[in-house]
């Protein structure tokens, strides 16, 4: 059973440019999160989704950022017009069920913006 | 505001025992997790504790102490890949987010 699937692994963007960081759950998990990790700084939740459904997007900053998590296909957190704030470690995780006892992490997207 | 608190940096000697600490203040509790995260790569799920007490899971432990806001995790026979970051994490109330503290870095020597 493969795990939680991200790419890329490393993304470069220059400045204005837009981001897609994919995220692929483990086989039958339906939750997907998104968590962001700045340089010496802790993992930060972003959002949560279902299927077709974001249903805790309060970390989510209010512009540029946005995620959706279609029926068919990956997870996809994008980033408009990127700013050098925004280079950063992102992680995708995902469980089974809510409230699960475990999320899953993926490896991660490290984006760099120059 | 939620708020938890990690030391920043252990270091201990390869064979030994080391409990690192984390004290919450959240707006809600619904379990407390511990993920170990080596430089680079994806954290990865160590344990979990929603009641009072110690949860074994062979050379690592975790307590949690829901009146005192506080948890440790015990990692005994401490081997050199165990040096890595671990951080503590809350989930809050009925949401399924978790808030987590900046991690513990830990480094093994020999």
């Known amino acids: 059973n493969a795990g939680v699937m991200q790419n890329p692994r490393h993304l470069v963007r220059r400045r204005g440019q837009e981001a897609r960081l994919r995220c692929s759950p483990m086989?039958?998990?339906?939750?997907v999160y998104w968590y962001r990790q700045l340089p010496e700084e802790g993992l930060k939740f972003m959002v949560y989704l279902q299927k077709e459904n974001i249903i805790d997007e309060s970390g989510m900053p209010k512009e540029r950022f946005s995620a959706e998590f279609p029926k068919e296909g990956p997870s996809i957190l994008r980033i408009q017009q990127v700013v050098r704030g925004d280079s950063a470690a992102y992680f995708c995780a995902s469980s089974p069920q809510r409230q699960n006892y475990e999320q899953y992490f993926g490896p991660g997207t490290r984006l760099t913006v120059t | 505001g939620q708020n938890i608190d990690q030391p920043t940096e252990m270091t201990a000697t390869e064979g030994a025992i080391v409990q690192i600490n984390c004290t919450y203040q959240?707006?809600?509790?619904?379990?407390l997790f511990w993920y170990q995260q080596h430089a680079g790569e994806a954290p990865t799920f160590l344990s979990y504790?929603?009641?009072?007490g110690l949860e074994e899971k062979g050379r690592f432990s975790s307590f949690l102490s829901r009146s005192k806001g506080y948890s440790y995790l015990l990692l005994k026979e401490l081997q050199m890949k165990d040096s890595a970051s671990y951080l503590c994490a809350v989930r809050i109330g009925n949401t399924d987010k978790l808030i987590f503290g900046t991690g513990t870095r830990l480094q093994v020597f020999p």
């Open positions: 504790n929603v009641l009072d």
């Open positions: 086989k039958g998990h339906s939750h």
């Open positions: 959240t707006s809600g509790f619904n379990g």
